[in-house]
Every structure is written in structure tokens, then in C-alpha cells.
């Protein structure tokens, strides 16, 4: 089947089976590599995508409920000219990547909180990552670096 879709602001077409994951398709038919798989099952985050601004797990979503839609990755967070989304500088400045894996999807949910609330609190932030498993980080420095996204923002 023909899948087409917007993915990081530009067209594409792929195809696919229409159940095939939303993951596999990203990374092995698009070569878009960004997004992790960490359990498969919905429990990690590691996949999380944006599907019409709304953060899902890439790894459950069959291909064909994108069909039409526009699907942002990791990949897609940064602006055109190359200046990264705040959550991005963010987590450069609070160190909050280690050994890396659950990176990207830790970057999409915050951009999906930080696109409805600019300022979150840290419960708010907290709440919204409670999808996104860290094995490495102790989730300190990640939920800090969310936290001061904005803040960052203006001081660059
Ligand atoms: S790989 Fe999708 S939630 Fe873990
Ligand atoms: S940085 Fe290693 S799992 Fe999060």
C-alpha cells in the first residue's frame, strides 16, 4: 500500500504494509534513524514521534494511521537553519543525555509539553515524561533541563 505523509515538513511516500510499525518504516524503509527502539511494547518511549502534534509510540502505530498526517521526529525538532529547539540547547546545558538511547524520545515529549505549556512546572514536566524510561540519568537532570527549556531559549 501507498503511504503518504508529511515527515519533519516535507512530503513522502513509502510502500508499506498497512499494519507495519510506524518505527520500522521511519528507520528501515525513510532512513530516518533518529527514532529508538528500546522495549517494542509501548512501555519505554524510547520511539515517541509526534503524529499531528500529539506524542505517540512510534512502535505501536501501524503505518497506514499516518497516511496523511504530519509526523515529526527528533530529526524534525530543530529549525530549518540548523539553531536547535530550546529543549534540545537545554539538554546540552544540563547534560541531560548519557549513554544517549532515550534521548530522542525524551526530546519530542518535552517538545509536545513545551508547545502547549511554555512554562511548565516540574510536576507538569514530571507528568508529561511519565511515558519516558532513563536508565542512565536518574531523571534529575533531564526534568531540570525541561524545566529551563524557555529560559534558555532567551539567553541564547
Ligand atoms: S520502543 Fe516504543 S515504547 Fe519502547
Ligand atoms: S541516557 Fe541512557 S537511558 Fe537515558
Same mark, same amino acid.
Not at 97 to 102: E, L, P, T, V
Given at each position: 500500500?501507498?503511504?503518504?505523509?508529511?515527515?519533519?515538513?516535507? !512530503?513522502?511516500?513509502?510502500?508499506?504494509?498497512?499494519?507495519?510499525?510506524?518505527?520500522?518504516?521511519?528507520? !528501515?524503509?525513510?532512513?530516518?534513524?533518529?527514532?529508538?527502539?528500546?522495549?517494542?511494547?509501548? !512501555?519505554?518511549? *524510547?520511539?515517541?514521534?509526534?503524529?499531528?502534534?500529539?506524542?505517540?509510540?512510534?512502535?505501536?502505530?501501524?503505518?497506514? @494511521?499516518? @497516511?496523511? *498526517?504530519?509526523?515529526?521526529?527528533?530529526?524534525?525538532? &530543530? &529549525?530549518?537553519?540548523?539553531?536547535?529547539?530550546?529543549? @534540545?540547547?537545554?539538554?546540552?546545558?544540563?547534560?541531560?543525555?548519557?549513554?544517549?538511547?532515550?534521548?530522542?524520545?525524551?526530546?519530542?515529549?518535552?517538545? !509536545?509539553?513545551?508547545?502547549?505549556?511554555?512554562?511548565?512546572?516540574?510536576?507538569?514536566?514530571?507528568? &508529561?515524561?511519565?511515558?519516558?524510561?532513563?536508565?542512565?540519568?536518574?531523571? @534529575?537532570?533531564?526534568?531540570? &533541563?525541561?524545566?529551563?527549556?524557555?529560559?534558555?531559549?532567551?539567553?541564547?
Amino acid at each position: 500500500m501507498r503511504i503518504g505523509f508529511t515527515l519533519n515538513g516535507g !512530503e513522502v511516500a513509502v510502500d508499506a504494509l498497512p499494519m507495519a510499525r510506524l518505527l520500522d518504516v521511519l528507520r !528501515e524503509d525513510l532512513r530516518v534513524t533518529g527514532t529508538k527502539e528500546g522495549c517494542g511494547e509501548g !512501555e519505554c518511549g *524510547a520511539c515517541t514521534v509526534l503524529i499531528d502534534g500529539r506524542a505517540v509510540n512510534a512502535c505501536l502505530v501501524p503505518v497506514v @494511521q499516518v @497516511q496523511g *498526517a504530519a509526523v515529526t521526529t527528533v530529526e524534525g525538532l &530543530a &529549525a530549518p537553519e540548523g539553531r536547535l529547539h530550546p529543549v @534540545q540547547a537545554a539538554f546540552l546545558t544540563h547534560g541531560g543525555a548519557q549513554c544517549g538511547i532515550c534521548t530522542p524520545g525524551f526530546l519530542v515529549a518535552a517538545a !509536545e509539553l513545551l508547545a502547549h505549556t511554555p512554562r511548565p512546572t516540574r510536576p507538569q514536566v514530571r507528568e &508529561a515524561l511519565a511515558g519516558n524510561l532513563c536508565r542512565c540519568t536518574g531523571y @534529575q537532570k533531564i526534568v531540570d &533541563a525541561v524545566v529551563e527549556a524557555l529560559a534558555t531559549e532567551a539567553g541564547a
